[in-house]
Each structure stands twice: as structure tokens, then as C-alpha cells.
């Protein structure tokens, strides 16, 4: 979701309703001392929504520790999140804090939740349970009072059904579940989001923030699905602001990747494998099927069907007349 800086944590920014509304049960969940889940698609703001989660919550004064399981291998999450001794295998040459120790108190969002091990995902049912864990390599128990807020763009009901996620986990993460809005949900919060970030991205190129976009391309904002939400919209923008040197964005890159000269060189592919000796067939094939279609549409009328097609009667019925075998056997058919 688009923000702005503000004090510890990005203040939200949106007007619509549907951002407002999430925004309130944000605010409501975050007064409660239990487990959110945050689903939502990629670039959606979901650890903006973690980190507004955690500040307005009792625990802000308190650590707020990342994990992003997505950038980490399965085979290390356990020791990321739980630590490990000295000894525990081959380069562990001291002692390490887990991520759960070093939000002791306060708050530890794991991004991607759904890209846990199953058996890590055992050792955190056991923290949300009874407030406990040991390290890697260790039989110590360790006590600890943490919030977990999950965040996933995965469906974690069905990886339960799948054997991917245990359901004692996910019942005891969810005791809330909030659903961010895609962007393209989000109408006129798009403008909204892109006049900052153009004009952010304005003073970052050292001109006057006074950036405004032209109606062809806040039409283009507004009718594009976003895939990539928020992220992608930001990236859009300021790629557009960075390229112009005029204060009215009149053209934007939606696809970055999309090769100039591909086009070129598939228009030349086509003109080379255009066959011209059939071109009297092609025409053919045209008229006929502009006929046919003219005459389904009004109905079988002709006079009808030359209105439709911006001919005289007389030469729709000579248009007709020349094609009157094809159109019959194609009848047949």
C-alpha cells in the first residue's frame, strides 16, 4: 500500500474505501495481543501493514524483527529464527541469538510464512503454545514473549490440505486474517500514489515537485490490473518521471522488458512470409466473411446487411451475387 514517512513507521495513504476499511480493521487488530495473518499479492504493502501493526500495538516501544523465509534456504530458517551453540555443526564457532530472542518482548514478522519447513513450523507451534523454544544444538530452554504477525500471498488453507503447512499452526496464527486490497481495487488511490511517487521521485532528480500526468495516462493508471500492485506502480512512475524532461507525464513504460526491436524485426518476419499470389484469394476470403457476418447480424435482411457494411443495396446485392455459390455450400455444410 503507498505511504508516506512518518515517525517510527510509513503512514498509509488512500482514500478509497475499500483502503480505508482495512486501514480500520488494521487498527483494531493491532490493540490485541494475538497472532495476524496478512495475506495479500506481491507488492501490496504487506510489511508496511506488519510494521503499522507492530507501532500501533502496546509492544511498540519493543523490538520489530524481520524474517523473510523467501530469502533464506529452508535449511537455514531453524537457525535463523531459533539460534544455535557453539558446536551445533560444522562453523558454528559461538553461540547466536535467534530472531525469536531478539524480539523478545516485541514483535517478529515472518514474510512468506508459507515457505516454512514443516519442521521449523513444529519448534514455532511450540513458542505460540507455551512460550518456549531451545537453540540449535541445544537441550536449554529458553523462554520468550514474542507477537508473530505471518504474512503470505499463498492460500495456507490449502497448502494444509496439501501436507505443506500444519493446520495447529495456521489456527493459531489466525486468530485474525486481513486481506489487502490490490491496487487495482483501489480506483483513484492510484493517482493518488503515483502523484507522490512522481513527485518524490522529482525532488530525487533535483526538479520541482510539480508533476502532473496527462488524461491519456491516467487513464492508462487506472484501467492497467497492476500484477505487481503498489511496487510496481512506484517503479512505473518514477521510470516515467526520470525520462521526461517536461513537467506532464505523456507516456508510460508499463513493461521495461518489453525489446524495441523485436517488433521490428516480426513485421519484417511477416512481410516475408506474406505469399502476394494469394492475394485475390485472401480478398476473397475477406469479402465473404464480412458478408456472412453482415447478413447474421441484420437477420438475413439485405438491405440491412448494406447498411451494416456502409454499401448501396445494389452493391451489396452484386457482393452477393459474386459470392452467392461459396455462401450456399457453406450453408450446406
Known amino acids: 500500500m503507498g505511504v508516506t514517512s512518518g515517525g517510527h513507521t510509513q503512514q498509509p495513504l488512500g482514500e478509497s474505501e475499500v483502503f480505508l476499511d482495512f486501514q480500520t480493521k488494521l487498527s483494531r487488530a493491532a490493540t490485541v495481543n494475538r497472532s495476524v495473518l496478512l495475506v495479500g ?4 504493502g504487506k510489511e508496511i501493514a506488519a510494521r503499522r501493526l507492530h507501532y500501533l500495538s502496546p509492544r511498540w516501544q519493543q523490538s520489530l524483527v524481520t524474517v523473510n523465509c523467501a530469502a533464506l534456504p529452508p535449511s537455514l530458517i531453524e537457525t535463523e529464527l531459533f539460534g544455535y551453540e557453539a558446536g551445533a555443526f560444522t562453523g558454528a564457532n559461538k553461540t547466536r541469538k535467534g530472531r525469536f530472542e531478539e524480539a523478545q518482548g516485541g514483535t517478529l514478522f515472518l514474510d512468506e510464512i508459507g515457505l516454512i519447513p514443516l519442521e521449523v513450523q513444529e519448534k514455532i507451534l511450540r513458542v505460540v503454545e507455551y512460550g518456549t523454544y531451545e537453540r540449535v ?8 514473549n514474542v507477537r508473530i504477525i505471518g504474512a503470505t500471498n499463498a492460500d495456507l488453507p490449502t497448502l494444509v490440505t496439501e501436507g505443506k503447512f500444519k493446520q495447529d499452526l495456521l489456527d493459531r496464527l489466525s486468530f485474525e486474517v486481513l486481506f489487502l486490497p490490490p491496487l487495482r481495487e483501489r480506483g483513484e488511490d492510484i493517482i493518488l500514489l503515483a502523484a507522490y511517487f512522481a513527485n518524490k ?3 530525487e532528480c533535483g526538479r520541482e515537485p510539480t508533476i502532473r500526468f496527462s488524461e491519456t495516462v491516467q487513464q492508462q493508471l487506472l484501467s492497467y490490473p497492476w500484477p ?8 512505473v512512475v518514477e521510470r516515467a518521471v526520470y525520462r521526461s524532461d517536461s513537467s506532464i507525464i505523456e507516456e508510460l513504460q508499463l513493461d521495461p522488458f518489453k525489446n524495441p526491436f523485436e517488433e521490428v524485426d516480426a513485421q519484417m518476419k511477416e512481410r516475408r512470409v506474406i505469399d502476394l499470389s494469394a492475394f485475390e ?3 476473397i476470403d475477406v469479402e465473404v466473411q464480412y458478408l456472412r457476418k453482415a447478413l447474421e447480424v441484420g437477420g438475413g435482411n439485405q438491405k440491412e446487411a448494406a447498411k451494416l457494411l456502409g454499401l448501396t443495396y445494389d452493391q451489396l446485392r452484386g457482393l452477393y451475387r459474386k459470392h452467392q455459390e461459396r455462401l450456399q455450400q457453406e450453408r450446406a455444410e
Open 201 to 203: 521521485m522529482a525532488l
Open 41 to 44: 499479492e506481491r507488492g501490496s
Open 281 to 283: 484469394e485472401a480478398k
Open 228 to 235: 505487481g500492485n503498489v511496487r510496481e506502480l512506484k517503479n
Open 137 to 144: 544444538g541445544s537441550s536449554t530452554t529458553h523462554e520468550v
